[in-house]
């Protein structure tokens, strides 16, 4: 693996320069966090099936029309991607009220939210991710108002394209986070991962639980088999590599 110097160590994956200044390599690691990283554990395999679901769940956008970060996947935790500056902005976005939107505002637990919520928060742990609106982006100079627009836009895209991908996986979407960043010559795509660490995933019969929110409740013996479960329902035999 052609992995240089670690240019970035978050809270579950590490990312390495390359030999081609225009691409990195990311590395899923096992550990998983909850509270801006105040609770971390370590599970093993996590790192390769978020790793895989991801380049999956990528690789399904990109035939859709979505440009993503993703080139190849060489080990089943590494993902070789295209280098871009990341945007420090997390794109939520909710077809169904849960969460902290239940617990801040008068919004009951289930309901529909249609056309979905797309919210954006500052990514910053020093902050705890504030949520921002667009006069704050301009504000403080992360985004331009086009710019704005276009992570909107991509994520509704995305939020249409994965609705569909994981109801015929018997799941149902519920909410979850994007985020995007800048190649070198300026275009917008989708980065970092998208996996059962920042989705809701529901069961579409059960409505149970098959995402992080097992971890953040405390049912840590319950995540490993969701994560499993979402693994088994969205890669094909002949894809599976874990
Ligand atoms: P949200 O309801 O705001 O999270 P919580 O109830 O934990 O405060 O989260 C909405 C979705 O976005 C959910 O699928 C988790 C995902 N998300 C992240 O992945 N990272 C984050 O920092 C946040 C705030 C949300």
Redesign the pocket.
């Known amino acids: 693996m052609d992995k240089k110097e670690l240019i970035n160590c978050g809270k579950v994956k590490s990312v390495y320069t390359t030999s081609n200044d225009d691409e990195v390599i990311i590395e899923f690691r096992d550990d998983i966090t909850a509270g801006d990283g105040e609770r971390k554990e370590v599970m093993s395999k996590k790192g390769s099936y978020n790793a895989v679901i991801s380049s999956k769940i990528f690789k399904v956008l990109e035939d859709e029309g979505v440009e993503t970060q993703f080139i190849d996947l060489p080990e089943t935790n590494v993902m070789l991607a295209k280098k871009l500056e990341m945007i420090p902005i997390?794109v939520?976005v909710?077809n169904i009220a849960?969460?902290?939107?239940v617990r801040k505002y008068p919004i009951s637990e289930g309901t529909k939210l249609n056309p979905p919520i797309v919210q954006m928060?500052f990514k910053d742990d020093e902050y705890h991710?504030p949520m921002l609106n667009d006069s704050l982006i301009k504000a403080l100079g992360i985004a331009s108002q086009e710019e704005i627009d276009i992570l909107t836009s991509k994520a509704l895209k995305i939020n249409e394209i994965l609705t569909e991908f994981f109801a015929d996986a018997g799941i149902i979407l519920v909410?979850?986070?994007v985020e995007f960043g800048k190649d070198s010559e300026g275009n917008i795509l989708l980065g970092d991962e998208i996996s059962p660490?920042?989705?809701?995933l529901w069961d579409s019969e059960t409505l149970e639980m098959l995402d992080k929110e097992l971890f953040?409740k405390g049912k840590d013996s319950e995540v490993m088999d969701a994560y499993v479960e979402v693994y088994n329902r969205i890669i094909p035999d002949d894809e599976k590599v874990i």
Not at 98 to 101: K, P, Q, V
């Open positions: 997390e939520i909710r849960t969460g902290s939107l928060d991710d909410d979850f986070k660490d920042g989705c809701r953040r």
